[in-house]
């Protein structure tokens, strides 16, 4: 059975157009089109933080760092490149993940992709 967080963020993830997912290095990562803009560890890396890694726009990684250093990381591998750790554990704001995936997702995905995004209002 899968990991009820990773059940959480895939179903956020499949809510937006033409995403898929592949394993990599035994972990789920996300595509939008030809491109990864997410990727969830369920604690074998970063000290065994549970939590998704996100693609980020400049600048927005150090600002949630900032914000919230007890939920956000700069994650192994990916943090050098901008990408974004939020840690699943404790209360999460599941609407923040949300939105988070969908701007990684925008990053990388094709303009027709967001257009049938927004034509779904």
Known sequence: MDDPLLQRVRALVEALPE????????????????KTFA?????????????????????????LI???PDRFY??????????VGVRLEGD?????????LEDGWRLVVPKRAIRALEERG
């Open 19 to 34: 995403t898929s997912e592949k394993l990599s290095h035994g972990a789920p990562m996300f595509w939008g089109g030809r």
């Open 39 to 63: 990727c969830f560890h369920a604690g074998g890396y970063d000290d065994g933080r549970r939590g998704v890694w996100i693609k980020a726009d400049d600048g927005v990684q150090g600002e």
């Open 66 to 68: 900032e914000s919230d």
């Open 74 to 83: 700069r994650p192994k591998y990916m943090g050098p490149s901008g990408w």
């Open 92 to 100: 999460v704001d599941w609407e923040q993940v949300r939105v988070l």
